[in-house]
């Protein structure tokens, strides 16, 4: 496993759609904020994987992966936004056959960066059987 958080929230500080982001926080309401941040919050996330490990992000319409490194791995890269309501937010899995490597990035409400953490597939596979991983065993994870 390897710890990326400096590097991913370097990455996402230098992205020019944050601006978008933080501006749609300010001014969405609680329910549209919650309910549409998913997706712009997935696609930054992507995009940062994809500068920091020199890759490109492949698009919505594929399955199972979500960047494609220079070396021919595929990441999935999972994200969620800590909230209030939400401080161990649980990132699924996916299928470990589709990806060689997965992502799990925790945003701040200021989206900076709480913890990004790579696994490889077979590091998915050995921890445990569940669906997901909460924040809190990607945070006991990088402490490893």
């Given at each position: 496993?390897?710890?990326?958080?400096?590097?991913?929230?370097?990455a996402?500080?230098?992205?020019?759609?944050?601006?978008?982001?933080?501006?749609?926080?300010?001014?969405?309401?609680?329910?549209?904020?919650a309910?549409?941040?998913?997706?712009?919050?997935?696609?930054?996330?992507?995009?940062?994987?994809?500068?920091?490990?020199?890759?490109?992000?492949?698009?919505?319409?594929?399955?199972?992966?979500?960047?494609?490194?220079?070396?021919?791995?595929?990441?999935?890269?999972?994200?969620?936004?800590?909230?209030?309501?939400?401080?161990?937010?649980?990132?699924?899995?996916?299928?470990?056959?589709?990806?060689?490597?997965?992502?799990?990035?925790?945003?701040?409400?200021?989206?900076?960066?709480?913890?990004?953490?790579?696994?490889?597939?077979?590091?998915?596979?050995?921890?445990?059987?569940?669906?997901?991983?909460?924040?809190?065993?990607?945070?006991?994870?990088?402490?490893?």
């Amino acid at each position: 496993m390897r710890n990326l958080t400096d590097q991913i929230d370097t990455a996402v500080a230098r992205l020019p759609d944050l601006d978008v982001l933080k501006h749609f926080q300010r001014n969405a309401s609680t329910g549209l904020y919650a309910d549409g941040i998913g997706r712009l919050l997935g696609n930054i996330a992507e995009q940062a994987v994809a500068d920091v490990l020199k890759g490109t992000v492949v698009g919505k319409n594929n399955k199972g992966f979500d960047v494609l490194l220079k070396s021919g791995v595929r990441a999935q890269v999972k994200s969620r936004l800590r909230t209030t309501y939400r401080h161990n937010s649980q990132f699924m899995k996916g299928n470990p056959e589709s990806y060689d490597t997965w992502i799990g990035i925790s945003f701040n409400h200021d989206f900076s960066v709480q913890i990004a953490l790579q696994l490889t597939a077979q590091e998915v596979k050995m921890f445990g059987s569940s669906s997901r991983f909460t924040e809190q065993q990607l945070i006991e994870l990088a402490d490893r």
